[in-house]
T-cell receptor
Framework: DTAVSQTPKYLVTQMGNDKSIKCEQN?????MYWYKQDSKKFLKIMFS???????INETVPNRFSPKSPDKAHLNLHINSLELGDSAVYFC???????????FGQGTRLTVV | GDSVTQMEGPVTLSEEAFLTINCTYT??????LFWYVQYPGEGLQLLLK?????DKGSNKGFEATYRKETTSFHLEKGSVQVSDSAVYFC???????????FGEGTQLTVNP
């Protein structure tokens, strides 16, 4: 079983559309994260949730909205997609905040 | 705030060469330190970790020692293989426990 799974793996969509990326972890962890990796491989944290509560909300446009229906899931919804949103988005989880994190395989989002 | 600085890449080596990837950090308190590896087209995997000063993390022939006096966590391997070609990320788990902070990543290519 995959510890942290994201769907879809690839997502190609037009500017202006709304899309969601789903993430699930079966590790029993309390904390989940979304990271964005740009074309230069730079990783930047976007959000983190601890026990379904938003802990970190970096300077991310309001078009990005995380949703955590339960501890095992953290979905990312993006409204009005822009070209600059093209990147690889990684979901991760850890037992505690700031501790060893397990990453999903990533979702490559391409906005055309 | 806390930060991580890695040596700039890309790094290209011949098989069986010695590898060092430098990582230094700035942090308050006593952070945990990690090295993650990202193979082409995949998510990040934890390679090794160290949770306190003078700890040595090791895995798959890679080693890194947590040096508080020099605020460093350099990654080393005595003899690299073609299969080690990947992007390597140094990361810091903040003492406040709020997040993992990543370095810029170093692309390693090992030629046969």
């Amino acid at each position: 079983d995959t510890a942290v799974s994201q769907t879809p793996k690839y997502l190609v969509t037009q500017m202006g559309n709304d899309k969601s990326i789903k993430c699930e972890q079966n590790l029993g962890h309390d904390t989940m994260y979304w990271y964005k990796q740009d074309s230069k491989k730079f990783l930047k944290i976007m959000f983190s949730y601890n026990n379904k509560e938003l802990i970190i909300n970096e300077t991310v446009p309001n078009r990005f909205s995380p949703k955590s229906p339960d501890k095992a899931h953290l979905n990312l919804h993006i409204n009005s997609l822009e070209l600059g949103d093209s990147a690889v988005y990684f979901c991760a989880s850890s037992q505690d905040l700031g501790r060893m994190a397990f990453f999903g395989q990533g979702t490559r989002l391409t906005v055309v | 705030g806390d930060s991580v600085t890695q040596m700039e890449g890309p790094v290209t080596l011949s098989e069986e060469a010695f590898l060092t990837i430098n990582c230094t950090y700035t942090a308050t308190g006593y952070p945990s330190l990690f090295w993650y590896v990202q193979y082409p087209g995949e998510g990040l995997q934890l390679l090794l970790k160290a949770t306190k000063a003078d700890d040595k993390g090791s895995n798959k022939g890679f080693e890194a020692t947590y040096r508080k006096e020099t605020t460093s966590f350099h990654l080393e391997k005595g003899s690299v293989q073609v299969s080690d070609s990947a992007v390597y990320f140094c990361a810091l788990g903040e003492t406040s426990g709020s997040r993992l902070t990543f370095g810029e990543g170093t692309q390693l290519t090992v030629n046969p």
